[in-house]
């Protein structure tokens, strides 16, 4: 099966994006990964840069740039949801899970603490 890379904790940031981003390019690459992943695209879970960290200008020669950071909000979305990297599934059972998982758990304030958007995603989690 022909699947998505995508970092664990990006199952939460495509939930809140709301066209904010890094730069316009990124943006604009936000909304096609989305696109496709609304279009019913299987992913698979990896541990370091996806599809979305593709379009990113902090993606240094495919290192984040604030990978530790990210590594570890990784980790502790990969736990919530109870997968493991490699795992492959549709996005709608992902996004399913980050929902139930993490946001409706409440969680999201913790996972992704660290993490300079989470006012903007956390505001939007507790509506
Ligand atoms: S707070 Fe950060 S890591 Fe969490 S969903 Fe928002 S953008 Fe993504
Ligand atoms: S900030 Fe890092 S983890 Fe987030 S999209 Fe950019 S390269 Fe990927």
Redesign the pocket.
Same mark, same amino acid.
């Given at each position: 099966m022909n699947s998505m890379k995508l970092r664990p904790?990006h199952a @939460? &940031?495509a939930q809140?994006f709301v066209g904010k981003g890094y730069s316009d390019q990124f943006v604009a690459h936000m909304y096609a990964v989305l696109k496709e992943l609304d279009r019913g695209a299987a992913v698979t879970l990896v541990d370091g840069c996806d599809a979305i960290c593709a379009g990113c200008p902090n993606a240094c020669e495919g290192v984040c740039e604030t990978d530790e950071k990210v590594r570890s $909000?990784d980790r502790r979305a990969i736990e919530a949801m109870g997968l493991s990297f490699g795992n492959t599934l549709p996005w709608q059972d992902l996004s399913a899970l980050a929902k139930e998982k993490i946001i409706a758990a409440g969680t @999201?304030g913790d996972v992704?603490r660290d &993490?300079e958007? $989470?006012g903007i &995603?956390g505001s939007s989690a507790d509506r």
């Open positions: 904790h @939460l &940031c809140f $909000i @999201l992704c &993490c958007w $989470i &995603c």
